[in-house]
């Protein structure tokens, strides 16, 4: 079934510092990258997106790359920022017939220390 | 403008008591999607609609589980004879295309 790995489950960094989070995923029809950010006792926050006819996105100091080919994506955050910590999630979207769905990765923890 | 907002926040319930959780979605948002949160975890699908039609009900995890949007706006996911296996936070999503804006969740405790 579809399935979307994320690696690592944590991951601490000091401010300032870049973060890496990887991800996989199986299902070739997905065409929706979602990163979302969540903090305690909050829904998940879009934080930002790519389509699968994009390689790279950047916005401010958050960039996805996507490498359809090994079905692989990743979030980088530069000079990160204590306000980052947060619960981060990726996700693949297929689009099927009559709509689509989310399948979303077990999340990485971010501790930026200050 | 106002978000997804879902009711209550907070819900503990009996085993074997039933539950009714609510989802108010963003104005005009035609899709509507249901997940279950465990501890720890990732958001896991459970239902999607399209306007007042369920389109995908596959990650129901059985038919204690049923979720309704009767006029295409406000939902509702019921669990009937509820099991301590469905502690958890259920997320309410709304979208108009495929970006998905989610709700607070309701964080139900079955003791």
């Known amino acids: 079934g579809e399935n979307v790995e994320q690696h690592p489950s944590t991951l601490s960094v000091q401010e300032g510092d870049s973060a890496v989070i990887k991800c996989t995923y199986s299902?070739?029809?997905?065409?929706?990258f979602p990163w979302y950010k969540q903090e305690l006792g909050k829904g998940p926050q879009l934080i930002i997106d790519?389509?699968?006819?994009?390689g790279e996105k950047k916005d401010q100091r958050i960039a996805v790359t996507l490498n359809k080919t090994a079905k692989h994506f990743s979030l980088h955050i530069t000079e990160t920022q204590p306000e980052d910590s947060a619960v981060y999630f990726c996700?693949?979207?297929?689009?099927?017939?009559?709509?689509?769905?989310?399948?979303f990765g077990a999340g990485t923890r971010l501790f930026v220390k200050a | 403008g106002a978000g997804v907002s879902q009711s209550p926040r907070y819900k503990v319930a009996k085993r074997g008591q039933d539950v009714a959780l609510r989802c108010d979605p963003i104005?005009?948002?035609?899709?509507l999607f249901w997940y279950q949160q465990a501890l720890g975890q990732g958001p896991e699908f459970l239902t999607y609609?399209?306007?007042?039609?369920?389109?995908?009900k596959s990650g129901l995890p059985s038919d204690r589980f049923f979720a309704e949007r009767p006029e295409g706006s406000v939902s509702t996911l019921k669990i009937q004879r509820t099991q301590q296996e469905d502690s958890a936070v259920y997320l309410c999503?709304?979208?108009?295309?495929?970006?998905?804006?989610f709700g607070p969740g309701t964080r139900l405790t079955v003791t």
């Open positions: 999503a709304s979208s108009l295309e495929r970006e998905e804006y």
């Open positions: 299902d070739s029809a997905s065409n929706y």
């Open positions: 790519i389509r699968s006819n994009v």
């Open positions: 996700a693949a979207s297929p689009l099927y017939t009559g709509g689509f769905k989310t399948i």
């Open positions: 104005s005009g948002h035609v899709s």
């Open positions: 609609f399209q306007n007042e039609a369920q389109l995908d």
